[in-house]
């Protein structure tokens, strides 16, 4: 049977929950949609935010034939049957035919290997096939450059607390569900709080606990969710919520600086076969987020780790990973630097490209000199060299 998640995916943007960034009036994701603009693009957000509805929604809205593949599963083959694959062709205007674009969506892009990536770049490159990539690791890290300067990357946030109360509010009142034997409205408040809360902005999750504990329960509470969820079967899945609550809790536990936590979820995460070099970025991550100015060598260490990774691999990489471990998870924290860049980012985003202080400036010609480019510059200078209108801002704490 079609999953409940599957049966009210939204159809269009003014369905669609969050995202407004992507999706809002004048944004480039419903402008794109708007103006029919066929070109490739990758989503990077966390799980359950909405990546494959959108690129559903987007598909659909240009009237082009959607193939949907996992790179999980997917191969070279795979793209060879798009590319032979007939057009499915429509009656124009003038009586003659129209063939419909092929728009390949490709959820978790990250785990197309580099060959896979070469082979497909070509017919990106052609516009045979209009690529749309989901992940939820940095594109940047796994997608190779010539592909990835061939889409525009768009980045997904993880779904509000409001965003989650609508979806559930619109699950709930669906005849999907109540179909089942749940009226709409049974869903009460604290039920619903603590779905939320549970889910952390995924909601796939949030869908698949209530249609479970429908299934089971025939009755909503935070008692038969807690029960849905104790009677699961708790396994490893690399593609699924375990994963990320794996991952999420090993760094936790390093956050926490507690060693033997975070070593029981890396044998965890080693034990199922989790890619070293996914545990090993997570590392190099935390080592600047979490560690910063207080162990500057901790970065040393991380990224001593990770090339281990990539040199020795498993087994014995493992090895590496722990070593790795107890070192973070004994450093002294201070999230400083990471505070400080996601500061001045806002101020980024709020205030523009604000002018640079003039004796900062560069001045490589005689014209820009002539324009006061750089008059006045000191080395060595206490003078604020922050523009004008966020002078005295501190954001290194």
Known sequence: MEPLASQIRPKNLDEFQGQFHLVGKDKPIRVAIEQKHLFSFILWGPPGCGKTTLAKIYAHALDARLFEFSAVSAGKADIKNIINSPSSTEEGAGGGSASKPKVLFLDEIHRFNKAQQDFLLPYVESGEITLIGATTENPSFEVISPLLSRCRVFVLNELTSDDMLSIINHLENSPAFTK???GGGLVDQEAKDWLIAMANGDARQAISMLENTN??????????????LQSKHL????????????ISAFIKSMRASQANAAIYYLARMVEAGEDPLFIARRMVIFASEDIGLAVPTALVVANAVFRACETIGYPECAINLAHGVAYLCSCKKNRSAYDALRAAQKDVKDFGNLPVPMNIRNAPTKLMKDFRYGEGYEKYTDEDLLPGEIKNKKYLK
Do not use: P
């Not at 299934?215 to 029960?227: D, H, R, V």
């Not at 396994?235 to 794996?246: I, S, V, W």
């Open 180 to 182: 089942e034997g749940v």
């Open 215 to 228: 299934q089971l329960y025939k009755k909503i509470t935070i008692e038969t969710l807690k029960q849905t």
């Open 235 to 246: 396994r490893y899945d690399k593609a699924g919520d375990e994963h990320y609550n794996t």
